[in-house]
């Protein structure tokens, strides 16, 4: 649901503002093109975190009531983590929607385009477009002697370039104590299965997947702004 609230919010933040012929206006005032970009994209953040607190502590608020319960410490500290990762998810798409909607002046063809590439991360990529790039890297995923590694470390590595995929991945490792590794897993004589984390060692399994959220985000901002700034914007 965050991706779409993040697509709804941002696939017209800039070309309404050329079709409606009031960026020139506003840029005709003593404003920055980079504070303008940055205070459109700022505040479509808010709205989402704003949007994603409300939903989370709804469910908070809900399961409280139905389990007569409260969630202990650790629990709470796991899905405060867990909203953080939804929020870094979502604002991947509204870069991604603030990108087209600069590419694109017409909303429609932005707005298209957004949910295009999240379907396609989303029902493709890990199961047509990484495995055939595998594939053509390391060769099939059957070897002589058994399974191909390198062609698992190379899906695993394509499946990553998805923020679905990291999103994913921080998800389990938050909300299922008892997962223990979010790449290749090999079970070895004495090693204990199913036995739960603490929140701490939770968090440091999954740091380079939030940070790759948050990176991804500013990175595509950052193109979005090369881009706006370089755009030719008349009356």
């Known amino acids: 649901?965050?991706?779409v609230i993040a697509i709804a919010l941002g696939f017209d933040?800039?070309?309404?503002?050329?079709?409606?012929?009031?960026?020139?206006?506003?840029?005709?005032?003593p404003i920055y093109r980079d504070a303008?970009?940055?205070?459109?994209?700022?505040a479509r953040l808010l709205a989402l975190a704003i949007a994603l607190?409300?939903?989370?502590?709804?469910?908070?608020?809900v399961g409280f009531l139905r389990l007569g319960l409260p969630p202990s410490f650790e629990e709470l500290i796991r899905m405060l983590g867990f909203l953080v990762a939804t929020i870094a998810y979502g604002g991947v798409w509204l870069a991604v929607a603030f990108l087209l909607s600069i590419v694109f002046r017409a909303?429609?063809?932005?707005?298209?385009?957004?949910?295009g590439l999240w379907l396609v991360f989303t029902f493709f990529w890990s199961l047509v477009i990484s495995p055939l790039a595998a594939t053509l890297i390391a060769g099939?995923?059957?070897?002589?002697?058994?399974?191909n590694l390198a062609y698992l470390e190379s899906s695993q590595a394509l499946n990553r370039v998805s923020p679905n995929t990291l999103y994913a991945e921080t998800a389990l490792a938050l909300l299922q104590p008892s997962a223990r590794t979010t790449g290749i897993l090999f079970?070895?004589?004495?090693?204990l299965l199913g036995q739960p984390l603490p929140a701490t060692q939770s968090f440091i399994l999954v740091w380079p997947q939030l940070t790759g959220l948050i990176a991804a985000m500013i990175f595509i901002f950052a193109?979005?702004?090369v881009i706006f700034q370089r755009q030719e914007i008349r009356a």
Not at 53 to 61: A, K, T
Not at 107 to 115: G, H, I, N, V, Y
Request: no cysteine.
């Open 1 to 3: 649901m965050a991706p």
């Open 13 to 29: 933040a800039v070309n309404a503002e050329f079709n409606q012929r009031t960026l020139s206006r506003v840029l005709a005032q």
């Open 36 to 42: 303008l970009l940055l205070g459109k994209f700022l």
């Open 53 to 61: 607190l409300s939903l989370w502590l709804l469910v908070l608020g």
């Open 107 to 115: 909303p429609a063809t932005a707005a298209l385009s957004a949910l």
């Open 140 to 147: 099939p995923p059957e070897g002589i002697f058994g399974p």
């Open 187 to 191: 079970v070895t004589r004495g090693m």
């Open 223 to 225: 193109v979005a702004y």
